[in-house]
Each structure stands twice: as structure tokens, then as C-alpha cells.
């Protein structure tokens, strides 16, 4: 009657221990899921305020995040987690939405302003007489902007006076 008693005893202290350990599992998992809630929140909040960041002082944003490229993807990204975490996901996508449509228009104003830049600096060679030197810069400004006719016209200009040049 003691062998069964001690081996009743162990058997319910197995079963103690388990069920306390299933606890402690189930406690940790509990935990887990709210501090990953916790963080998400958290990330709402971080990425409202850069995003208020970015339209109050974009200069400053950028200096923040590294670029306006750099940091609308990360706020993007910032929002996509939100929107798995199901922490105000319609709010959250819509703030990622809105965030893509920036990082787009924040890609075309960069566009126009190399495509610019290369143009003013192709008219200096071209004043210069780098004809050569012209010509390339026409030409990486009509990868930007291929429809721009601007470009296209100097670029024949060019061409032409490098054809004068030539048959001199």
C-alpha cells in the first residue's frame, strides 16, 4: 500500500508539475502576445509621428531616416506591421497606402530634379565646347525622361555640331 501510495504521490506530482508547466507555457504565450501588441502599438505611434515629421519639416525627416526614399519605405513598413498586428488595420493600411503614393511622387520629384541637373550641366560642356561630354549627359537625361522633347532637341543640336566638327 505505500509502493502505491508513493507511486500515486509521484504520479501526481508529475501531473502537478506538467499542468504547472502548461501554465507557465500558456502564461509566457499570454505575454508574448501582449507585448507584441504593446510593440505594435508603439510602432503606430512611431510611425504617426515621423509621418507628421515628414509633412511638418520633410528636411528634417530626412535627416531622421536617411532619405525621403529610405524613410517613406520604412514607414510603409512600420504600417504594414501594424496592419498584421490587427492594431487599427483599415487605419494602418490606408496610412500605408498614403505612404506609397508619397515614396512615388518623392521618386518622380528626385527623377525631375537629376533629369534637370544633367540638362544644365550638358548645356555648360555644350558652352564649353565638350561637345562629347554634352552629348552623354543629353543622352542619361533622356533615359529619365524619354518623352521630353527638351532634351531630345538639344541632343540633336549636338549632334549636329559634332557632325560640323567632324566633316571640318
Known amino acids: 500500500m505505500f509502493k502505491f501510495s508513493l507511486l500515486l504521490g509521484m504520479a501526481f506530482l508529475a501531473a502537478f508539475n506538467s499542468l504547472a508547466q502548461g501554465t507557465k507555457i500558456l502564461e509566457a504565450a499570454q505575454q508574448q502576445q501582449i507585448e507584441q501588441r504593446i510593440t505594435s502599438?508603439?510602432?503606430l505611434f512611431v510611425a504617426d509621428s515621423l509621418f507628421a515629421d515628414?509633412?511638418?519639416?520633410?528636411?528634417?525627416?530626412?535627416?531622421?531616416t536617411g532619405?525621403?526614399?529610405?524613410?517613406?519605405?520604412?514607414?510603409?513598413?512600420?504600417?504594414?506591421?501594424a496592419?498584421?498586428?490587427?492594431?487599427?488595420?483599415v487605419y494602418a493600411q490606408q496610412k500605408s497606402d498614403e505612404t506609397d503614393a508619397l515614396s512615388?511622387?518623392?521618386?518622380r520629384a528626385a527623377a525631375e530634379f537629376q533629369y534637370e541637373?544633367?540638362?544644365r550641366i550638358?548645356?555648360?560642356?555644350?558652352?564649353?565646347g565638350n561637345l562629347e561630354?554634352?552629348?552623354?549627359?543629353?543622352?542619361?537625361?533622356?533615359?529619365?525622361?524619354?518623352g521630353d522633347q527638351d532634351a531630345v532637341k538639344k541632343l540633336e543640336a549636338v549632334d549636329l555640331l559634332l557632325k560640323e566638327k567632324g566633316g571640318k
Open 133 to 146: 561630354k554634352a552629348r552623354e549627359l543629353y543622352l542619361r537625361a533622356i533615359t529619365i525622361k524619354p
Open 83 to 89: 496592419v498584421k498586428a490587427e492594431i487599427r488595420p
Open 122 to 128: 550638358a548645356g555648360e560642356y555644350q558652352q564649353q
Open 104 to 107: 512615388r511622387q518623392e521618386a
Open 54 to 64: 515628414y509633412r511638418r519639416e520633410p528636411f528634417t525627416f530626412r535627416q531622421q
Open 117 to 119: 541637373k544633367l540638362k
Open 41 to 43: 502599438k508603439n510602432i
Open 67 to 81: 532619405g525621403y526614399e529610405e524613410g517613406l519605405y520604412y514607414l510603409r513598413k512600420l504600417y504594414e506591421r
